[in-house]
């Protein structure tokens, strides 16, 4: 749960490491209410939120 190192371990800064961590809460954020969208009207916004999870794992696989 607590990692004093990962800081090190991604080789990030603080403040760089905020910032992404934020840009994330966000776009997951989003994705909740497009989630929710979708569910109510499923025909609409079918593929969104798969796609978009994707590409975030995509990027955060990257940077590790």
């Known amino acids: 749960l607590m ?6 371990d991604v080789e990030e800064s603080y403040f760089s490491h905020m910032a992404l961590s934020l840009k994330l809460c966000f776009m997951l ?3 909740a209410y497009v989630a929710l969208i979708h ?11 798969s ?4 590409n ?3 990027a955060i696989s990257i940077r590790n």
């Open 56 to 58: 975030i794992q995509n």
């Open 51 to 54: 796609k978009k999870i994707e």
């Open 39 to 49: 569910s109510i009207l499923p025909f609409v916004m079918t593929n969104v939120v």
């Open 29 to 31: 954020t989003v994705l």
């Open 3 to 8: 990692n004093f190192s990962h800081l090190n």
